[in-house]
């Protein structure tokens, strides 16, 4: 991964709207970060590796199951070694499946440390998977890993390992 340069929350929000994010989605993805750390515009390039807890189907686990990324990708990553503590998220009741993904082509994604739990906070609904409500009991923990926001067209660069 490379950092292109250091984004304000402006630039941070209109990376995103260029991608296709609503202007108020970018403003709640915007607020995700802790923003006393540096948050840059990044390049992951060709063999980068990012993960993703892909939240466990009720009643079942992802292994074995087709993997459509269409429907089963959030937008927000970590890189490997990530907790979920530290990217501030809960496995919610029925798990959570940790995935991780190989970057075939380049893209340029939204980097910064995640921000710690604010009980009020639910999660972006734009980064959510399709179908999904955005529940604040979704975001628990520490924060302080760093985190990675793609596109909905930038996830089909990631292919699951």
Same mark, same amino acid.
Do not use: C
């Given at each position: ?28 993805? %915007? ?23 892909? $939240? ?46 190989? %970057? ?25 998977? $399709?179908? $999904? ?29």
């Amino acid at each position: 991964m490379v950092h292109i340069r250091n984004v304000t929350r402006l630039d941070a929000k209109q990376h995103l709207q260029s991608r296709g994010f609503a202007p108020h989605k970018a403003d709640e993805i %915007v607020e995700s970060f802790d923003w006393s750390q540096p948050v840059y515009l990044s390049r992951l390039d060709e063999d980068d590796q990012v993960v993703q807890y892909l $939240r466990q189907p009720w009643g079942g686990t992802l292994e074995g199951k087709a993997f459509d990324s269409s429907r089963n990708l959030g937008g927000f990553f970590g890189l490997p070694g990530a907790t979920r503590d530290k990217l501030a998220i809960a496995s919610g009741p029925s798990g959570r499946d940790l995935k991780t993904f190989v %970057v075939e082509r380049s893209i340029t994604v939204l980097e910064g440390t995640a921000g710690p739990f604010d009980p009020n906070r639910a999660p972006p609904a734009a980064l959510l998977p $399709r179908g $999904r409500q955005a529940k604040a009991s979704s975001i628990r923990g520490k924060g302080g890993a760093t985190q990675l926001v793609l596109s909905q067209t930038d996830k089909f660069a990631l292919r699951p390992l």
